[in-house]
């Protein structure tokens, strides 16, 4: 091809075309469609001794309350060039709320989740039914419902929202209404209605029989997690098979009227290691994160290797080969935006190196 430099012509032509707003496929086709995945999006890791201090002090100088709506600073991505994605589809951020405060309420197109870390103390309410938060604690709101948090305590808490924020952006899907500017609901029960009438295993209330799109449990409980991943290790240990690979317990999050995930963007799940474990390679299509929920360990990102511990945040960008590997033994919580990739069969794997 005869070169812009050299050729009028050609030079011309290439002004011409940025005069009517066209763009030639050929001067750019490996950006546009690359041989393999070669996301912008870098792999990378937020440490929660950094980030939990800089939303205390967001604590003592931004007020949470209607327009700003929430304390949140999310992750922005490296990559990405200063956008507030922790990856092309996912939004991860830490929310602060300080004694006493409420964030109020109001309802997106936008399917979110909270993750706890630590502490307790904070209620959110979702479409009217509160809902305790606590460590471990794996919390739904999904697209649509109105949801608002109140903290009833004289001290702060912190946790991690997910959100499929950047997909919403980009494909322009977004819905927004504000709601109460309190809660619609200040009560503050152990456990919320949606849990008494969908979360005892096995057992699907006959109410509600056909499936829905998003899972009705509005809190998986850190008890239940805990404890079906001690009892995958244990039945390893008794020589039955239980677990993905040695070491190497896990959980899926789901939706009792589908069997499937919890939300239509986002899947969730909790991964524990025993001590001396390091996980197989692999990449997958679509984007990861992930949060260390207890312990230490290190994640092996593309060429690199992180040491990370209790808190710390870790994206997996599409393609890029990880695996985690523990001398102490780690628990993590994942989330990822494999329905999506499922969903339009886009979704690819690869184990191994
Ligand atoms: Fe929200």
């Not at 996301?39 to 800089?54: G, N, Q, R």
């Not at 507030?84 to 996912?90: G, N, V």
């Not at 109140?150 to 919403?168: R, S």
Request: aromatic content about 10%.
């Amino acid at each position: 091809m005869t070169s812009t430099d050299t050729d009028p012509a050609l030079k011309l032509l290439y002004r011409d075309f940025a005069a009517e707003h066209l763009n030639p496929l050929w001067t750019q086709r490996g950006d546009l469609m690359p041989m393999t995945p070669s996301p912008k999006a870098v792999p990378f890791v937020w440490k929660w001794s950094t980030l939990y201090p800089l939303a205390q002090r967001a604590g003592e100088l931004v007020p949470v309350g209607r327009g700003g709506e929430r304390r949140a600073i999310a992750l922005a991505n490296p990559g990405l060039g200063g956008v507030p994605y922790a990856s092309p589809t996912l939004w991860a951020a830490i929310q602060y709320l300080g004694p006493r405060e409420t964030a109020p309420e109001h309802r997106h197109s936008q399917n979110a989740f909270r993750f706890v870390v630590e502490g307790e103390g904070v209620w959110t309410v979702v479409n009217g039914d509160p809902v305790a938060m606590r460590r471990g604690d794996f919390l739904l709101t999904p697209g649509w419902h109105f949801h608002g948090h109140h903290n009833e305590t004289d001290h702060p808490m912190a946790w991690i929202d997910g959100l499929d924020i950047p997909f919403a952006h980009y494909a322009d899907t977004g819905f927004f209404e504000f709601g109460a500017d309190g809660v619609t609901d200040d009560s503050m029960p152990d456990v919320s209605r949606s849990e008494r009438l969908w979360a005892h295993p096995g057992l699907r209330p006959l109410v509600g029989a056909s499936a829905t799109i998003s899972s009705p449990i509005a809190c998986y409980r850190w008890a239940h997690t805990d404890a079906a991943l001690r009892e995958q290790l244990a039945l390893e240990d008794e020589g039955y098979s239980a677990t993905t690979e040695p070491g190497h317990a896990a959980i899926r999050y789901t939706n009792p009227t589908t069997g499937g995930d919890v939300m239509p963007t986002i899947r969730a799940e909790f991964h524990r290691l025993r001590p001396g474990t390091r996980t197989a390679t692999r990449r997958d299509v679509g984007s990861s994160v992930f949060q260390v929920f207890d312990g230490a360990a290190t994640y092996h990102l593309g060429d690199r290797s992180h040491t990370v511990e209790t808190g710390d945040l870790i994206v997996a960008p599409s393609w890029v080969p990880w695996s985690v590997e523990t001398d102490s033994g780690v628990d993590l919580f994942a989330f990822s935006d494999a329905p999506i990739m499922e969903r339009l069969h886009l979704d690819r794997t690869h184990e191994g190196a």
